[in-house]
């Protein structure tokens, strides 16, 4: 009886806890005092990729080169620069590949066909090796009339059996 009170007493203060924890958060404010500069900040990150993680944007990237660039973003749009002058800079600094989704032109076509022309290339070469395979196998010396009844005598007789 002893145990089942404590552990009652146990479940009430962790609820307990739990609910003032609750009470305590709320949503989180944002960095600067102006919501408007907040968005544009958040548009121009999520253009932007990260340098460490690459698969992420700056605005999704907790890594301190994308905290810092998400600063410098910050406050490019807080002097008065527009959204497309801040990814001009990002994109002249460190090249197009900073930019998530790449523009399509000469220097980057690779980014964008490069996928599709190495599955291409990998069929062609899936399908030329099949093909050699296939002709190695229809070339193979096959097996005459007398070599198969020796054969199938071997695989019939029993191991006690010597015809020798």
Excluded at 73 to 93: F, H, P, T
Excluded at 96 to 101: A, E, G, I, Q
Aim: charge should be neutral.
């Amino acid at each position: 009886m002893r145990v089942i009170s404590k552990l009652l007493s146990a479940c009430v203060l962790f609820a307990a806890f739990f609910t003032t924890v609750n009470t305590w958060s709320g949503e989180a404010q944002p960095l600067a005092a102006d919501p408007e500069l907040e968005k544009r900040v958040e548009a121009v990150s999520s253009e932007l990729r990260c340098l460490v993680c690459q698969n992420q944007t700056i605005a999704d990237s907790h890594a301190e080169l994308a905290i810092d660039l998400k600063n410098q973003v910050r406050e490019m749009l807080r002097s008065g620069k527009s959204n497309d002058d801040v990814v001009n800079y990002m994109v002249d600094r460190y090249g197009d590949f900073v930019r998530y989704k790449p523009p399509m032109k000469p220097t980057t076509y690779f980014l964008w066909f490069g996928p599709g022309i190495l599955i291409i290339v990998g069929l062609f070469v899936l399908m030329v090796t099949l093909r050699k395979r296939k002709a190695r196998i229809d070339e193979s010396p096959q097996m005459s009339q007398d070599d198969l009844k020796k054969v199938d005598e071997l695989l019939h007789s029993s191991p006690g059996d010597s015809k020798s």
